[in-house]
Nanobody, 120 residues
Framework: QVQLVESGGGLVQPGGSLRLSCKAS????????MGWYRQATGKQRELVAL???????NYADSLKGRFSISRDNAKNTVYLQMNSLKPEDTAIYYC??????????????WGQGTQVTVSS
């Protein structure tokens, strides 16, 4: 089993910045893609950004230029730097990771989420 724990959420004013972190722990053998998703109240969960093991990234078109995803493979940690935050960025942000066990079994794991609120 793999556990993901997010941190770094909170309340920020419009135009501000936050950096989210997500650390994977447990019986880790190989983590490939890691990503961030978000879900606003009354809306479906949506992709924010993905990053693979070697650092290739993919972003939601609407967030390019403001959000940046990175990872530290040695620490099994993925980060999301969010700049120029807007009220519409308010949501619960979830970390996700694709993991392969030593036997080759793949699984997708999710964190419990961290609340980001952008408000004056």
């Amino acid at each position: 089993q793999v556990q993901l724990v997010e941190s770094g959420g909170g309340l920020v004013q419009p135009g501000g910045s936050l950096r989210l972190s997500c650390k994977a722990s447990g019986s880790i053998f190989s983590i490939n893609a890691m990503g961030w998703y978000r879900q606003a109240t009354g809306k479906q969960r949506e992709l924010v950004a993905l990053i693979d093991y070697v650092g290739n990234t993919n972003y939601a078109d609407s967030l390019k230029g403001r959000f940046s995803i990175s990872r530290d493979n040695a620490k099994n940690t993925v980060y999301l730097q969010m700049n120029s935050l807007k009220p519409e960025d308010t949501a619960i942000y979830y970390c996700q990771a694709d993991h392969s066990s030593i036997t080759g079994e793949w699984g997708s794991y999710w964190g419990q989420g961290t609340q980001v609120t952008v408000s004056s």
